[in-house]
């Protein structure tokens, strides 16, 4: 298996780099292309999403993971969030930004060309990247796939309302604890902005609704940062998807920070288990 990592994909409107894995067995043959997101204070290395891209590998697919942008994370330090002056200014259409140039890199690449299907793209996405991957795949039309792991069904229902949205447009900046770092992690009242300015686009039903591609939502029964029914309404809104409900499964996919297991936890094993069969 080949791998590269932390490799840098310059952003083509923002300042920071996205900082990229890639992993393939090098063969010189067209192989399916899989980009995975993260989600919400996550980062590409979270949990056991090494093990789960290795798994895809010895399928024989092409594998892209990365950090966003402005996810906190830097190409030193991609898990600490040592950058929360640039999670402060991220937003959805930064992270949807940083995915076109992601898919952009990885086709017009010229080490990557003979390992490539370029007619075989899937967007993998896990939380709130499982609502970025709904979105531009609505967009692209390159993509022909998309997979969903407990993904957010409607961005603008997760804003504060009344006081709390208020307060923060008065103090121009929000915080929320890190549980695992301790940090306080800000959020400037511009990524709020930025939503209501373009509402329309970064609606998730209306991206689910215009989709003509297969969709895999894949969703745990006991998820309780991202509800069941969540999922449901995605399948509703998508008459070409599947639905695909794992028993006592949370939102986590069974993982941990760290994961110092050589194995991926029995969820997420099932869940890359339903995704590369989806693919193949």
């Not at 900082?19 to 292309?33: A, G, L």
């Not at 009344?162 to 549980?179: H, T």
């Not at 028993?247 to 890359?272: A, D, R, S």
Request: glycine fraction near 6%; proline fraction near 4%; hydrophobic fraction near 35%.
């Amino acid at each position: 298996m080949k791998s590269i990592k932390n490799t840098i994909v310059k952003s083509s409107k923002h300042k920071k780099p996205i900082v990229t894995d890639v992993f393939f067995n090098k063969t010189n043959e067209k192989k399916p292309i899989v980009i995975f997101c993260h989600g919400y204070k996550g980062y590409k290395d979270w949990g056991a999403w090494n093990i789960a891209a290795k798994e895809f590998v010895k399928k024989n697919l092409f594998f892209v993971k990365f950090n966003f942008s402005h996810n906190g994370g830097t190409l030193e330090n991609p898990i600490d969030f040592p950058d929360l002056e640039a999670f402060g200014e991220n937003n959805f259409s930064i992270e949807l930004d940083d995915l076109e140039d992601v898919i952009n890199w990885v086709l017009e690449n010229d080490d990557f060309k003979n390992e490539i299907d370029f007619s075989n793209i899937t967007l993998i996405g896990h939380s709130r990247g499982g609502g970025i991957v709904i979105i531009k795949a609505s967009e692209n039309k390159k993509i022909t796939k998309l997979i969903t792991w407990a993904a957010v069904s409607d961005f603008g229902a997760r804003f504060p309302t009344g006081d709390a949205l208020k307060q923060w447009e008065e103090a121009g900046v929000s915080y929320i604890q890190n549980s695992r770092t301790k940090q306080k992690m800000p959020h400037l009242f511009q990524f709020y902005e930025n939503f209501k300015e373009n509402e329309e686009r970064l609606t998730i039903k209306k991206s689910t609704s215009k989709l003509n591609i297969p969709h895999l939502i894949i969703q745990g029964e006991k998820d309780e940062v991202v509800v069941p029914n969540e999922a449901k309404n995605l399948h509703k809104w998508n008459s070409n998807s599947k639905l695909a409900m794992i028993e006592k499964m949370e939102h986590t996919l069974g993982c941990t920070q760290p994961w110092l297991n050589n194995e991926m936890p029995n969820h997420l094993k099932k869940v890359v288990e339903l995704s590369i069969d989806f693919i193949l």
